[in-house]
């Protein structure tokens, strides 16, 4: 890595001081907070560069970029200007005069890494063939390129889906890279980085940011799509609707014209907290009890905390818990009691209890992918539960009672009915509704939860296909069809060439039968 230092002498009054500050990467708002600090404090900002200018301030960490943009040739040409961070900038504001420019507030050239100059990365070809880390070297390349996927995937309109899984697979083949990118010459051979994911590396790389990603950020339509699609069982289809009846927030939703979908109108009601995350502490806590209650009704029974969490994690937005038993059958009426159970110490506000509805078939079937993943066909409780807030604290004592009035009003959640399909009951006026049991004085905050019950011999299947994440699951079936010409669920591998079904006893024996090197969860984060 190279250092620039030049020789100015750094005892300048502010009289001989002219700073350009370069607006790139930088917010307006920010830059214009900056020139008015810089004005009260009597230092001379230039409004364009030019050669008399005495300190340029930038974001950009790699002066390359910052001579790039000044249309600089060569460093002799900046020999008498100070290149420098907007620390230096900051600590001259706040000492009220130029402060002296030492080692720490210079802007380096960097050279580019070596495996990027010399060698060509070998990218394997398939996603399920990478080790893409949950913490990577490339988020400010990302995080754009996922906001031009959402909007794709909420435009939903032909060939939106294509666009949104470009975008994606680029960004997955970004974070799996085990370096920063500083040029754009080292993704030229990269299969999965196509045309516009490249031109928006490629004016991110030079500007600092992207303008077409700026455009959508600052969109109000997005921002509502964002919004209503957020809700719990409300999708693009649903919030394009709302938009269009002139709805922009959660207080313009007619709670009327939901009386047909019970997850829709709890989501609503309880938006604000299930968009707030769920930390690691909490699901270990739910977990813990979950399996406390299964052990009792079926010893032996497995728990295992699946989705984000099992791939490494922090914090999520649900709660994932896949249970099996190795005694195939005797999974079969558990869920029903477990809810029972769940629901006697006050943990379950509402849900739905879904049968199962596999056959044999399913191995064979055509499956659609999409961005939204693949539904598979277990017995699952897909619903909200109540977390007390002593969850937060790693404490699982939920002997306290809940208020009577918070209790869920949802009916046939837990019965063994014949149609488990969860109807409201009408509200009366000894009924809270979903609205007036959140305002409620509470001692517990609402959580997604999704219980799935999955038989031994489609367990290491499901686990990988709940482990996640979509993308990974995607390419992993896609590769699967493609290259092995087989077919893959979260129920099992089904060999085409020979009409039989593959069976594993291990998540390793999943991917050893698809001739793929085993991947960690925490290395399935595309």
Request: hydrophobic share 35%; with cysteine.
């Amino acid at each position: 890595m190279a250092v620039y230092d030049n020789k100015i002498p750094n005892n300048l009054s502010k009289q001989n001081v002219l700073i350009y500050i370069m607006p790139q990467k930088i917010q307006k708002r920010r830059l214009e907070d900056m020139k008015i600090g810089a004005k009260k404090k009597g230092i001379q900002i230039s409004p364009n560069y030019c050669s008399s200018v005495t300190h340029v301030v930038s974001e950009f960490t790699n002066l390359e970029q910052v001579l790039r943009i000044l249309e600089v040739k060569t460093e002799a040409e900046i020999k008498d200007q100070h290149i420098v961070k907007t620390v230096w900038f900051i600590e001259s504001i706040k000492a009220g005069y130029p402060v002296s420019v030492e080692i720490q507030h210079k802007i380096q050239l960097i050279k580019p890494r070596e495996e990027e100059k010399n060698v060509e990365p070998v990218i394997p070809e398939w996603a399920c063939q990478r080790a893409t880390p949950f913490k990577h070297f490339n988020e400010q390349f990302t995080e754009p390129l996922e906001i031009l996927e959402k909007y794709a995937e909420l435009r939903d309109q032909e060939q939106d889906y294509s666009r949104a899984l470009a975008f994606r697979r680029a960004s997955c083949v970004l974070k799996s890279l085990p370096y920063k990118v500083t040029n754009i010459s080292s993704l030229k051979n990269i299969k999965d980085i196509g045309g516009h994911s490249s031109r928006v590396i490629k004016e991110i790389l030079e500007d600092g940011y992207c303008q077409e990603v700026e455009d959508i950020v600052n969109d109000p339509w997005f921002h509502k799509m964002k919004l209503f699609s957020s809700i719990f069982g409300v999708g693009p289809s649903t919030a394009k609707k709302w938009i269009e009846k002139g709805w922009n927030n959660l207080k313009d939703i007619n709670i009327e014209d939901l009386r047909n979908d019970w997850r829709v109108i709890w989501g609503v009601a309880f938006h604000e907290e299930l968009m707030d995350s769920v930390s690691r502490t909490e699901a270990d806590v739910f977990a813990q009890i979950v399996c406390e209650e299964a052990e009792k009704i079926l010893p032996g029974v497995c728990v295992v905390l699946t989705g984000g969490f099992r791939r490494g994690k922090p914090i999520g937005h649900d709660v994932d818990l896949l249970l099996t038993h190795p005694d195939l059958g005797s999974e079969t009426g558990l869920l029903a009691t477990l809810l029972q159970r769940l629901e006697e110490k006050e943990l379950i506000l509402c849900g739905n209890h879904e049968r199962s509805s596999f056959s044999p078939e399913v191995y064979q079937r055509d499956f659609k992918l999409s961005m939204r993943g693949q539904l598979d066909h277990f017995e699952k409780w897909l619903g909200i539960c109540k977390f007390p807030k002593t969850f937060i604290e790693g404490c699982s004592d939920i002997l306290t009672k809940i208020n009577v009035a918070t209790k869920s009003v949802i009916k046939g959640s837990l019965d063994d009915c014949e149609e488990p399909k969860v109807k409201l009951r009408k509200l009366t006026s000894k009924t809270l509704s979903p609205v007036d049991i959140f305002k409620s004085t509470r001692d517990w905050k609402a959580r997604r939860v999704d219980l799935i019950i999955s038989p031994y011999d489609q367990y290491y299947y499901a686990l990988v296909g709940w482990t996640g994440n979509k993308h990974f699951n995607r390419d992993l079936r896609l590769y699967s069809q493609r290259v092995l010409n087989m077919k893959l669920t979260s129920h099992g591998l089904y060999d085409l060439s020979k009409n039989v079904t593959v069976p594993a006893s291990s998540e390793k024996e999943v991917f050893e039968n698809l001739n793929l090197t085993f991947r960690e969860p925490s290395d399935r984060n595309c």
